[in-house]
T-cell receptor, first 113, second 110 residues
Framework: GENVEQHPSTLSVQEGDSAVIKCTYS??????FPWYKQELGKGPQLIID?????GEKKDQRIAVTLNKTAKHFSLHITETQPEDSAVYFC????????????FGTGTSLTVIP | DADVTQTPRNRITKTGKRIMLECSQT?????MYWYRQDPGLGLRLIYY???????NKGEISDGYSVSRQAQAKFSLSLESAIPNQTALYFC?????????FGSGTRLTVV
């Protein structure tokens, strides 16, 4: 299978600072890497994703980078705001596995006003 | 209405009882999943179904069973609930792009 590791498990930042969450994966056949945000009392929601043919993708204050050689990818949130406080999950999907995702263990981000 | 609806939202049950968690979706996706979330362990796959006639075990299927009643409905059953099945359960659907999760069912087994 695939093994996805995520760090840190908890992260606190001051409002306006940047936050970085890192994930590694084990299977070089993985080719799609989404990030999900889970707010309290809700299910995870897709916030950004990246495919293996791209090194970086940005959407306003959120960016994701991928290093295929090292098999790691990261989520970057700039100018953090209190509403960014949530649990974030990374995931990896292998090609030809019927769309089964392997999730990291989650990062609880707290943005301190 | 939500794309993926889970019922109940919260449930407390006793050890040994049978319980069913229900999931329905309006996305029109063939693929449906049941995940369990525990603190520090992330999301772990219990069962998944790629169409009405297809059921597959995930990494933690022991103690659980599922039924795919229709394209839009996928239920999870605990035949004889035990306390270590206390967790937050999520149903999800997917197309080739990504997952849509329900809001979760918080199950407590006492």
């Amino acid at each position: 299978g695939e093994n996805v590791e995520q760090h840190p498990s908890t992260l606190s930042v001051q409002e306006g600072d940047s936050a970085v969450i890192k994930c590694t994966y084990s299977d070089s056949a993985s080719n799609y890497f989404p990030w999900y945000k889970q707010e309290l009392g809700k299910g995870p929601q897709l916030i950004i994703d990246i495919r293996s043919n791209v090194g970086e993708k940005k959407d306003q204050r959120i960016a994701v980078t991928l290093n295929k050689t090292a098999k790691h990818f990261s989520l970057h949130i700039t100018e953090t705001q209190p509403e960014d406080s949530a649990v974030y999950f990374c995931a990896a999907r292998k090609a030809n596995t019927g769309n089964q995702f392997y999730f990291g263990t989650g990062t609880s981000l707290t943005v301190i006003p | 209405d939500a794309d993926v609806t889970q019922t109940p939202r919260n449930r407390i049950t006793k050890t040994g009882k049978r319980i069913m968690l229900e999931c329905s979706q309006t996305k029109g996706h063939d693929r449906m999943y049941w995940y369990r979330q525990d603190p520090g362990l992330g999301l772990r796959l219990i069962y998944y179904s790629f169409d009405v006639k297809d059921i597959n075990k995930g990494e933690i299927s022991d103690g659980y069973s599922v039924s795919r009643q229709a394209q839009a409905k996928f239920s999870l059953s605990l035949e004889s609930a035990i306390p270590n099945q206390t967790a937050l359960y999520f149903c999800a659907t997917s197309d080739l792009i990504g997952y849509t999760f329900g809001s979760g069912t918080r199950l407590t087994v006492v």
